[in-house]
């Protein structure tokens, strides 16, 4: 009869039982002094790895894996991750015992003395293992100064080169300077400790492992210092951190505001470490970059005009001069896609009220953001929160914030060009009142294929990642394990259990398509304001290059449509208000009348001189603040209640709108700035 053969959380109990075994023979070893310090700190750091690597095993696992029932399975897992937090807590202290203490300035110029004379490594450590003998006492007082932390890979490093801390947790340190390695992390900045005994981060491509630093270290590849540490870290963590350092270098690269979202301690730290969120969400990365950044990846920056290298012309707005229309230009990248919905997302827990739930989306090329941000926001049926949908039916026209019907035009060049989906709530704690914005994860759908040719237009299912777009392996929730099942049928029920995100790629029609091709050559927005976007293309384009007397021209334009109207896309309630009187003006107009471009220019500007000009001056409306109920509600009121009186003044007095509203004496509006009537080519033009 074959073997009875053993479940995952037995094979992991008897692993513990093996590192136990080597760890009580390691102490057993050091007690007698049987071996040298270096080869025992070798054997502690190889157990540290191996523990760290059961435990991360432990806390994947479920109870799904087991091929057969095991009684009590949770208090088993939670008995055998007790034993390997006490087996790390033993290792840590053992590791801070035997690692060498930092050298001091005289030591570390020595050190580099020996360098230069091409002198051996491990004669420079017998050299110091003479000095720990004479100096025990003082080792001593360094390590009671040393407290072991959880989770740690303590060991030496020396400073390649000098960097001075860039925010509050970096540590600034100097070249040949000695430090002990608290934590080592994946993105590439590690925790580390001087001598002095001051604690912060520190770049991982800045240290060397080992002690003494020559000239040639400067001019060596990182890829040997990754050679150096592979006996320490796992293949694959080795390639994510190699990853995460050429991100944290691209010049272009957003990464450093990533990092420095992941870094700060925020309300998100604290519910992750309360439990109240699961363990793949993070703080939002494409929010960071909306609120760090000012314009920079807002839609209301990338509807401007660029400006061509000469800066005397434009590189993407040119006039037919036959018939004085945009100049249609085509695009590498120009797509048309629907948000369907989302399923199986988990919710916050207990302590947090979500404002919103919404997908951010851009375009993206793995590292950095090459388009506008664009946000939908998402629906939900109380009855399953976990269940996100889109455009919702209503009656009257569908609120941009929640149309899911979105395009994207880029023609930057980028072979690993996508769009980039990351789902977040807004929430407030309710202890404190504190907002965050998390990510609930991301997902990511390349635009070509190997081939390079486009994807097909068809229905995608996404599966979600948690973490950030620059993280690798992270699970939304811990539950929600992708390791294989033993059967079949778990296999399947764990993939339905999986967050996805839907998406249905199609084909624009031929009206949409001409529309699409007047728009900036890089951006994303809702289907829905196409119209709206064109003719303030084409109002540009009669602006800039037909009624300026010279192309060197740059006075201030009187325009208060132009210099007001891109602020619309960063607060989407006023957008709304003008494309609902901008289709009711249409409603009265001929088909005549609407074939003649001058006339559907001159109506637009009475149109919105009288709707969203006159809203953004008036004192009752409150400031646009993101997922804020009280002020959205109060918006919306303000935003109805002005419109109905205008239309009946207008209706009352056959005014046509326009100026002639701010004159009349029974509406109140705020004094106007020569910046909200004039158009600054020069101060707006990309």
Wanted: glycine share 6%; hydrophobic share 30%; net charge negative.
């Amino acid at each position: 009869m074959p073997p009875k053969r053993k479940g995952p959380l037995q094979l992991i109990h008897g692993e513990v039982d093996d590192i136990s075994a080597q760890v009580d023979s390691l102490l057993k070893d050091v007690r007698s002094r049987v071996e040298s310090t270096e080869s025992s700190l070798r054997r502690c750091q190889e157990l540290q790895i191996s523990a760290e690597k059961t435990l991360k095993r432990l806390t994947k696992l479920t109870k799904a894996d087991e091929s057969a029932p095991v009684g009590n399975y949770e208090q088993r897992k939670v008995e055998e991750e007790i034993r390997l937090q006490s087996v790390l807590e033993r290792l840590d202290t053992l590791s801070l015992q035997l690692s060498p203490p930092g050298p001091s300035n005289a030591a570390g110029n020595a050190s580099k003395e020996d360098s230069e004379d091409n002198a051996d490594d491990s004669g420079s450590t017998d050299d110091d293992d003479d000095d720990d003998d004479d100096d025990d006492d003082d080792d001593d007082n360094e390590d009671q100064a040393l407290t072991p932390a959880s989770k740690t890979d303590p060991s030496t490093y020396t400073v390649l080169r000098d960097f001075a801390g860039e925010q509050e947790g970096d540590l600034s340190v100097q070249r040949g300077e000695a430090l002990m390695i608290i934590k080592k992390t994946g993105d590439g900045w590690w925790l580390a400790q001087n001598t002095r005994g001051n604690r912060g981060v520190v770049p991982r491509n800045f240290l060397k492992i080992g002690s003494g630093v020559s000239d040639e270290d400067d001019d060596e590849n990182e890829e040997d210092e990754e050679d150096e540490e592979s006996d320490e870290d796992e293949d694959d963590g080795d390639e994510e951190l190699t990853d995460e350092q050429e991100r944290s270098d691209s010049p272009h690269s957003n990464w450093s505001t990533v990092r420095k979202a992941l870094t700060e301690i925020d309300a998100t730290d604290v519910l992750s470490a309360m439990g109240a969120i699961p363990s793949g969400f993070r703080p939002s990365t494409l929010n960071k970059l909306l609120v760090d950044e000012g314009v920079t990846y807002r839609g209301s920056h990338y509807i401007q005009p660029r400006l061509s290298q000469s800066q005397l012309s434009f590189s993407d707005l040119f006039l037919d001069a036959d018939t004085g229309k945009v100049r249609p230009r085509q695009v590498r990248t120009c797509v048309c896609f629907t948000l369907w919905g989302c399923r199986n997302i988990p919710t916050p827990g207990v302590g947090v009220q979500v404002l919103s739930r919404h997908i951010r989306l851009c375009a993206f090329d793995g590292s950095q953001v090459l388009s506008n941000i664009h946000t939908v926001r998402a629906t939900y049926n109380s009855k399953n929160p976990k269940t996100w949908s889109f455009s919702p039916r209503m009656t009257g026209i569908l609120p941009s914030l929640l149309d899911g019907d979105c395009f994207l035009r880029c023609n930057l060049e980028a072979p690993d060009l996508g769009v980039l989906f990351e789902l977040g709530v807004t929430f407030i704690r309710n202890s404190t009142g504190e907002r965050g914005d998390l990510s609930c994860g991301w997902a990511f759908l390349k635009l070509t294929d190997d081939t390079g040719n486009p994807v097909p237009n068809r229905t995608y299912e996404l599966l979600v990642n948690g973490g950030t777009p620059y993280e690798k392996d992270i699970e939304v929730e811990a539950s929600a394990t992708r390791g294989t099942s033993v059967g079949v049928f778990q296999q399947m029920l764990q993939a339905g259990r999986q967050p996805k995100l839907i998406v249905k790629f199609r084909s624009p029609n031929r009206r949409t398509k001409i529309e699409l091709s007047l728009l900036p050559d890089t951006l994303l927005h809702c289907t829905s304001c196409i119209d709206l976007l064109a003719l303030h293309r084409q109002m540009l384009a009669d602006t800039l290059l037909m009624d300026r007397p010279t192309m060197q021209n740059a006075d201030l334009i009187c325009s208060p449509v132009l210099s007001t109207l891109p602020v619309l896309l960063d607060q989407p309630d006023l957008l709304d208000a003008v494309r609902s009187a901008w289709m009711d003006a249409k409603n009265d107009m001929s088909r005549a009348q609407k074939r003649d471009s001058s006339h559907l220019k001159q109506e637009f500007v009475k149109v919105y001189m009288s709707s969203a000009y006159f809203l953004l001056h008036s004192p009752l409306l409150p400031s646009y603040r993101w997922a804020d109920p009280p002020s959205e509600d109060q918006r919306a009121r303000v935003i109805y209640a002005t419109l109905e009186a205008l239309k009946h003044s207008q209706y009352t007095t056959s005014q046509l709108g326009g100026l002639q509203m701010f004159t009349d004496p029974t509406h109140q509006h705020l004094a106007f700035d020569v910046t909200e009537l004039t158009f600054d080519l020069l101060k707006v033009a990309r």
